[in-house]
C-alpha cells in the first residue's frame, strides 16, 4: 500500500478536522524516502494547520503523529488533561514541541507504551483514566479506543472517523493526492 493509502486510512480524521491527531506506526523498508515525504507534506500542510512530527524511529519502524496543531494544543491544554499530563512529567508548557519532547522520553523511557498518548491523539481523558485503572479490561465498547466513559457520544464520533476514512479513501482512489484533497476542501 503507497504512503498516500496509508495516510488516507489511517489520518482521515484528522485531515477532515474531526480530530487533533492520528498515529502511524510504519515499517521504514515499505517507503524508503518516507523522512522526505514528510517533509513534503509539512511543507503543503504546515499552512492549513497540519503537521508530521516523528516520535520515535528503531530499526525498522518509525512513529509519526500526524496533527492539527491548534487543536491538539487546545485539547491537551485543558485544565483536566494538562493536571493529568503534569502527573506524567510534562512539566514544560511553553510549545507543543517541548510536549512532544517529553512524549518522546515517555515512549523511549518506559516498558509499557505511555497511556498518556491517548490524550495527544483526541481519546476522552475518562477513557485514559479509565484503561490505565482497569488495566484495559472492563470496557463499555471499543473502535478507535477502549470506551469507558460515555459509549454514546463516542460510538457517534467512530461513525463520523469512519465515514471520513471512506470519503478520503474514495478519493485517493479517484487519483486525487492528500494534498489535493485538503487543498479542495
Not at 31 to 51: A, C, D, H, V
Request: glycine share 4%; charged share 25%; hydrophobic share 40%.
Amino acid at each position: 500500500m503507497e504512503l498516500e493509502h496509508i495516510l488516507a486510512y489511517h489520518c482521515a480524521p484528522t485531515f477532515a478536522g474531526i480530530k487533533a491527531a492520528n498515529l502511524l506506526s510504519l515499517e521504514k523498508f515499505l517507503i524508503p524516502e518516507i523522512k522526505l515525504s514528510f517533509e513534503f507534506y509539512n511543507q503543503n500542510l504546515n499552512l492549513r494547520g497540519i503537521y508530521f512530527e516523528m516520535l520515535c524511529e528503531c530499526n525498522e519502524r518509525i512513529l509519526v503523529i500526524v496533527y492539527r496543531k491548534d487543536t491538539l494544543w487546545s485539547e491537551l491544554s485543558s485544565p483536566p488533561n494538562k493536571a493529568f499530563l503534569e502527573t506524567q512529567g510534562y512539566c514544560d508548557w511553553s510549545s507543543l514541541d517541548s510536549l512532544f519532547k517529553r512524549l518522546r522520553e515517555r515512549i523511549s523511557d518506559t516498558d509499557e507504551f505511555p497511556h498518556e498518548i491517548g490524550l495527544f491523539l483526541s481519546y476522552p481523558l475518562e477513557d485514559v483514566l479509565g484503561f490505565i485503572f482497569f488495566k484495559g479490561k472492563n470496557y463499555k465498547c471499543s473502535g478507535y479506543w477502549k470506551v469507558y466513559g460515555n459509549e454514546n457520544i463516542t460510538k457517534k464520533k467512530f461513525r463520523e472517523f469512519t465515514m471520513s476514512r471512506i470519503i478520503f479513501c474514495r478519493k485517493i482512489d479517484e487519483g486525487k493526492s492528500i494534498v489535493q484533497i485538503l487543498e479542495s476542501a
